[in-house]
């Protein structure tokens, strides 16, 4: 199927590892030239390059932030210079907590703020022109099944991705004149490299097994009793950035294998 991705610029957040990697392995095999963001240097670069290498398309790694407003402004530039403009931006840059709301401090909650919510806020400021020159384009913010379902130990992370997805349903409204479709996603147990370190952490004590634990909480969470692979994600969001999925405004989309547990 030809999704007509083809010769696309897009700017993808957290694109070094996990999901946001797989996202760009996904939209670099359709032959969509990249934009990566990530805060480790040496890694983004190389990621891009190996991409590049391998999908025969164009890739560069960009060293920033984007939890401030230098390092997004960064990524802005980076998509003007190197490309003239990307035409999909996929917020992915995040990570979980772990704290309670009475305990929590102000510079936690910001911290996080920041990350989740005002960076795709900036960039969307930044990308949204240069989509509006192109023609149109695509933004998809990754948000999370706590947005609406939240776990009980990590707060900041429940309310700063119900945020995150409140944001995308606004923007989607402002932005589809301008033929740029705005959508949020809500992954459920993706088994991303942080779930890994996390269970080996957990299990370190007690024998180290690790895969039993993620089992565990697969059972105890997904009817379909498995993590999602950060590639079955991707799959759903390259349909999200292409032309199939033309009619899509304004929605958030569960992968989440059954997690989620209200209509």
């Known amino acids: 199927m030809d999704l007509g991705l083809k010769n696309k610029v897009a700017v993808i957040t957290g694109g070094s590892v996990g999901i946001g990697l797989a996202i760009a392995e996904g939209l670099a095999a359709e032959g969509v030239d990249l934009v990566l963001a990530a805060r480790q240097a040496d890694r983004v670069t190389a990621e891009a390059e190996r991409i590049a290498g391998a999908y025969g398309v164009k890739a560069v790694g960009v060293a920033a932030d984007v939890a401030t407003a230098e390092g997004t402004q960064a990524v802005i530039a980076a998509a003007e210079d190197r490309f003239g403009g990307a035409d999909i931006l996929i917020n992915n840059a995040g990570t979980g907590s772990n704290e309670t709301v009475m305990e929590a401090s102000d ?41 609406v379902q939240p ?23 402002e932005l589809v004149p301008d033929n740029i479709r705005v959508n949020c996603v809500n992954p459920g147990l993706i088994l991303t490299p942080d779930w890994i370190k996390t269970a080996r952490q957990l299990t370190a004590q007690t024998g180290g097994d690790y895969k039993a634990y993620l089992q565990d909480v697969a059972d105890e969470h997904a009817p379909i ?22 009619y ?16």
């Not at 909650?109 to 949204?128: E, K, P, T």
């Not at 776990?151 to 606004?170: D, R």
């Not at 405004?249 to 209509?263: A, L, R």
């Open 107 to 147: 510079e936690k909650w910001q911290a996080y703020w920041d990350l989740h919510v005002m960076a795709a806020v900036r960039l969307a400021r930044g990308i949204a022109p240069q989509m509006k020159r192109r023609g149109g384009g695509v933004i998809l913010n990754n948000a999370s099944i706590c947005a």
């Open 225 to 246: 009793k498995r993590f999602g692979t950060p590639e079955e994600l991707a799959h759903f969001f390259v349909f999200l950035c292409s032309d199939k999925a033309s």
């Open 151 to 173: 776990l009980w130990y990590e707060p900041i992370y429940n309310v700063t991705k119900s945020a995150l997805m409140m944001f995308s349903k606004c923007l989607s409204t």
């Open 248 to 263: 899509s405004v304004g929605s958030t989309y569960f992968v989440d294998g059954g997690m989620h547990k209200t209509i």
